[in-house]
């Protein structure tokens, strides 16, 4: 069965720090992944989409994957209590599968 | 506007009375799904759909139905509601190229209370 895990959290973090999110996936066939966020009893957002090895990077957000190790990670830099959600790792081959999500909270 | 609708928004009803949850999207996408989400669960796909005629069990697809009759519309039919299927519900729909566009979009959310 394919499967996407993250730790649930909570993470917590001072206002300014950098937050590391981590998702690790089973299927070694997934092409694309995907960060988004979700406030509570709101729609998931997208916040980044990542398809190749390396890191991309948008504003204070940069996602990060590796194939082989079978992980992808977000790092969010000069974190705001704004940030403060739950992120959801998801990954598609075919079918998009979704993490359970990280709770993160952003401490003023 | 590129949207997914979602109709009702809330719903109240009642153990056994058959209800329908509709999704619609204008971006000519194939892939549609449906998810629940309860405090602590997160997201449970519920059913998807890879195009027209094509559906496909996801985690939790018991008690539930759909059917994928034109591209813009995933329909989420429960027959027989029971107080277990209360939840937030989501409809989301994506390309699915392989390319890079298959962002998905998620429809605003139906809340379902049986009672």
């Known amino acids: 069965q394919k499967e996407v895990e993250q730790n649930s959290g909570p993470l917590s973090v001072p206002e300014g720090a950098i937050a590391s999110l981590n998702c690790t996936y089973s299927?070694?066939?997934?092409?694309?992944f995907f960060w988004y966020r979700q406030y509570s009893g709101k729609s998931p957002e997208l916040i980044m989409s990542?398809?190749?090895?390396g890191d991309k990077e948008d504003g204070r957000f940069t996602a990060q994957l590796n194939k082989a190790s079978q992980y992808v990670s977000l790092l969010i830099r000069d974190s705001q209590p704004s940030d403060s959600a739950t992120y959801l790792c998801?990954?598609?081959?075919?079918?998009?599968?979704f993490g359970k999500g990280t709770k993160l909270s952003v401490k003023p | 506007e590129a949207q997914v609708t979602q109709n009702p928004r809330y719903l109240i009803t009642v153990t056994g009375k058959k209800l329908t949850v509709t999704c619609s999207q204008n971006?000519?996408?194939?892939?549609m799904s449906w998810y629940r989400q309860d405090p602590g669960l997160g997201l449970r796909q519920i059913y998807y759909?890879?195009?027209?005629?094509?559906?496909d069990k996801g985690d939790v697809p018991e008690g539930y139905k759909v059917s994928r009759k034109e591209k813009r519309n995933f329909p989420l039919i429960l027959e027989s509601p029971s107080p277990n299927q209360t939840s937030l519900y989501f409809c989301?729909?994506?390309?699915?190229?392989?390319?890079?566009?298959?962002?998905?979009?998620f429809g605003p959310g139906t809340r379902l209370t049986v009672l």
């Open positions: 998801a990954v598609r081959q075919g079918n998009l599968i």
């Open positions: 990542i398809y190749s090895n």
């Open positions: 759909s890879m195009n027209v005629e094509v559906t």
């Open positions: 971006m000519n996408h194939e892939y």
């Open positions: 989301a729909s994506s390309s699915i190229n392989r390319g890079r566009s298959d962002t998905q979009y």
């Open positions: 299927d070694r066939g997934s092409q694309s």
